[in-house]
């Protein structure tokens, strides 16, 4: 054979390879996949948006669900990688007595306890149950991303050591140190916390349970961004809790790391460049979590079964405005090369934010 065959009969092979495969495998209720490992997810979807997520909600489950695919995929060091942890291995779960003890995974345990049952029920991994579960949690929020969702990862996991998981409180070079150990850059990190754009507390100050980090805890828009930036006034429920800074609105909030994080040099203009472009936000969350999901993994060993993920309805709105009550001379514009942009202001008068109904 020349030179010249085997360059043709290449190019065919990667031809082949590479046309837009069909959707052989039939799945139930009509559904099809590329491949048939992927149809269980169909099944294990239609549990979880019934079981798990009260029929399709981006409400207190599927925001746990969404922080755990983080507590359990940072267990992860690439300057320990034999003591790190196994990353997204599901060991938060199957070590659930050990991990959930470490004070920075206070709270995990309810969802994990939900969890549980639904991943054995479906004899899926726990580290793949916990990266899907958060990925269609997340896909009911407004606005939401549609996160690549790999499949396959082993049911095998050791315990992940303590202090892997970044606090509120943390000094914020220990907090850029600890993610930069699992691979992720400042302006990464910026983008991880697109997830609190649908978050609430619990357990930094007990007494306010549900209260969110922005007014709209179920959308996934770019209000987090610009309430982290509003001058603080006020702590919310009973006085300073440890990790707390001081919020702009009665009702919300502000973690200590997310109002450094808003205002760092490092991160500012990251931070700052979400609050006109919330599409742009969805599409660094997806890239930035397409790395978190598979940390301690060889993704090319994985099944891309992102199909079986819904996909959200589009955001009210791309620009975020400021809350009423407040006008753009409450921002404390932190990024040095470019203004605070101009957004709308809502009218009226300032408002109480409810918190998370607990379910
Ligand atoms: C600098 C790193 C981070 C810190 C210090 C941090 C800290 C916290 C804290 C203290 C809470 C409140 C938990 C409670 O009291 O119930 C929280 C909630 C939450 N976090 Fe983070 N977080 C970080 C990064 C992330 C990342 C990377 C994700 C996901 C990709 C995430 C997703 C969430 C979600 C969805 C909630 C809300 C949970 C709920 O409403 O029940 N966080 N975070
Ligand atoms: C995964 O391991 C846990 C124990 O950690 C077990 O309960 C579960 O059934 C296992 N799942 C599969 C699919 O093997």
Known sequence: MSFKTIFALTALVVAAYAAPSTNNAACSKGRTAKHAT??????????????????????????ESLRLTFHDAIGFSFSHPLTGGGGADGSIMAHSE?????????????????????????????????????????????????????????????????????????PINQIFARMGDAGFSPNEVADLLASHSVAAQDHVDPS???????????????QFFVETLLKGISTTG??????????????????????????DP???????????????????????????AVLGHIPALLTDCSE???????????????????????IEASCKVKPFPTIPVLPGPISSIPPVPPS
């Open 38 to 63: 992927c149809c269980k997810w169909f099944d294990v979807l239609d549990d979880i948006q019934e079981n798990l997520f009260d029929g399709g909600e981006c409400g207190e489950e599927a925001h």
């Open 98 to 170: 050990i991990e959930t003890k470490f004070a920075a995974n206070n709270g995990v345990d309810d969802v994990i306890e939900q969890q549980r049952p639904l991943a054995i029920k479906h004899g899926v991994s726990f580290g793949d149950f916990i990266q899907f579960a958060g990925a269609v949690g997340v896909s009911n929020c407004l606005g939401g991303p549609r996160l690549q969702f790999l499949a396959g990862r082993a049911n095998f996991s050791l315990p992940a050591p303590d202090k892997t998981v970044p606090e509120p409180q943390d």
């Open 208 to 222: 306010v349970h549900g209260s969110p980090f922005d007014s709209t805890p179920s959308d996934f828009d770019a």
């Open 238 to 263: 009973s006085g300073p809790a440890v990790g707390e800074a001081l919020s702009p609105l009665p009702g919300e909030l502000r973690l200590q790391s997310d109002f450094v994080i808003a205002r």
């Open 308 to 330: 079986v993920i819904p996909v959200p309805k589009p955001a009210a709105s791309n620009i975020a405005h400021i809350p009423a009550g407040k006008t753009l001379k409450d």
């Open 266 to 292: 490092r991160t500012a203009c990251e931070w700052q460049s979400f609050v006109t472009d919330q599409s742009s936000m969805v599409k660094k969350f997806e890239k930035v979590m397409s790395k978190l």
